[in-house]
């Protein structure tokens, strides 16, 4: 069973940073894609940031480029994300999500899911 379990989410002021962990278990950690997606309140789930183990190949949204970073620890199977220069607007439902080997920022192409996590970014 393909588990994902997000962690590090919180309250930060605007300009923090936070790192976001993504623990994965049930499947074979080297061949899968992990895409981190939020959801803000009243708004769409988006693309954040992906990594794909088996390339490895890195994407991110133009909003989040040079102040995320994705990177992958394939010995703990866990995917992190880096987020530096927090802004008001990054405050969000985080996930990370898994995908069979191609990276992609899109929703539709993930098919299992984490719970989710909260990041508040106060101004």
């Known amino acids: 069973e393909v588990q994902l379990v997000e962690s590090g989410g919180g309250l930060v002021q605007a300009g923090g940073s936070l790192r976001l962990s993504c623990a994965a278990s049930?499947?074979?950690?080297?061949?899968?894609?992990i895409g981190w997606f939020r959801q803000a309140p009243g708004k769409e789930r988006e693309g954040v940031s992906c990594i794909s183990n088996s390339d490895p190949s890195t994407y991110y949204a133009d909003s989040v480029k040079g102040r995320f970073t994705i990177f992958s620890d394939n010995v703990k199977n866990t995917v992190y994300l880096q987020m530096n220069s927090l802004k008001p607007e990054d405050t969000a439902v985080y996930y990370c999500?898994?995908?069979?080997?191609?990276?992609?920022?899109?929703?539709?192409?993930?098919?299992?899911w984490g719970q989710g996590t909260q990041v508040t970014v106060s101004s």
């Open positions: 049930g499947f074979t950690f080297d061949d899968y894609a």
């Open positions: 999500a898994a995908r069979y080997y191609s990276g992609s920022l899109e929703e539709a192409d993930f098919g299992s």
